[in-house]
């Protein structure tokens, strides 16, 4: 078995969704769209306390993830919210959620005592 395969779809798709957001500065510009609908970048840096550059290394983060949309109008790149792919989000760490109180209300021994076992009598 391939090491991917030992991953649920749960898992492997809520993985590169959870990297984008592992930062404060990428869940405040995703608050920030979220209260602002669409906004340049350099909209989001004025509001954000971090340089251009950094927002804009952010924003492509959360971009490559789908959480973000951006549109070209004129000269400028207004991005907002991709409000299908937060609730997928949800949607993923709730089944997530199912997944481990389901887990923990079925506790069972870890699968590893017997391996435990064996090295002490040896």
Do not use: W
């Amino acid at each position: 078995m391939k090491k991917k395969e030992a991953y649920n779809d749960v898992s492997l798709d809520l993985a590169p969704l959870l990297n984008a957001l592992a930062h404060p500065a990428r869940l405040q510009i995703l608050l920030h769209l979220a209260k602002f609908d669409e906004c340049q970048a350099g909209g989001i840096a004025d509001n954000i306390p971090l340089a251009r550059s950094t927002v804009s290394m952010h924003v492509s983060k959360l971009k490559e993830v789908g959480l973000l949309n951006a549109e070209v109008r004129d000269k400028f790149i207004l991005y907002s919210l991709n409000q299908e792919k937060f609730q997928t989000v949800v949607d993923l760490f709730t089944d997530l959620k199912l997944m481990v109180t389901g887990s923990l209300a079925n506790q069972q021994e870890c699968c590893t005592k017997e391996l435990d076992e064996d090295l002490v009598s040896q």
